[in-house]
């Protein structure tokens, strides 16, 4: 079984920033994809940004150059730092983390989601 916990939403003015936080624990042999998607109510999920293994990463054309997300390797934490941040930010952030448990077995969970608010 593997767990997300989410952390870093707030309320922020238009302009600031804000670092989001995914913690991943649990049976990890290995994780392959992070990534960090967002949601506003009545509409579809999407990406913001994804890091692979590898290194790679990927955004939305709607952050890059303000968002930028990393990983911590030994502690199986992404992050998603957001500046200059718009009030179209708005949104329940969710992270998204895919692996392996074993050689037998992958996973991909979904975090728990956390809101972020950009308002005067």
């Known amino acids: 079984q593997v767990q997300l916990a989410e952390s870093g939403g707030d309320l922020v003015q238009p302009g600031g920033s804000l670092r989001l936080s995914c913690v991943a624990s649990?049976?990890?042999?290995?994780?392959?994809?992070m990534a960090w998607y967002r949601q506003v109510l009545g509409k579809q999920r999407e990406l913001v940004a994804r890091?692979?293994?590898?290194?790679?990463?990927r955004y939305s054309g709607s952050v890059k150059g303000r968002f930028t997300i990393s990983m911590d390797n030994a502690k199986n934490t992404v992050y998603l730092q957001m500046n200059s941040l718009k009030p179209g930010a708005t949104a329940v952030y969710y992270c998204?983390?895919?692996?392996?448990?074993?050689?037998?077995?992958?996973?991909?969970?979904w975090g728990q989601g956390t809101q972020v608010t950009v308002s005067s």
């Open positions: 649990g049976n990890i042999s290995s994780i392959s994809d």
């Open positions: 998204n983390v895919a692996g392996r448990i074993s050689i037998f077995e992958s996973f991909q969970y």
């Open positions: 890091l692979t293994s590898g290194g790679s990463t």
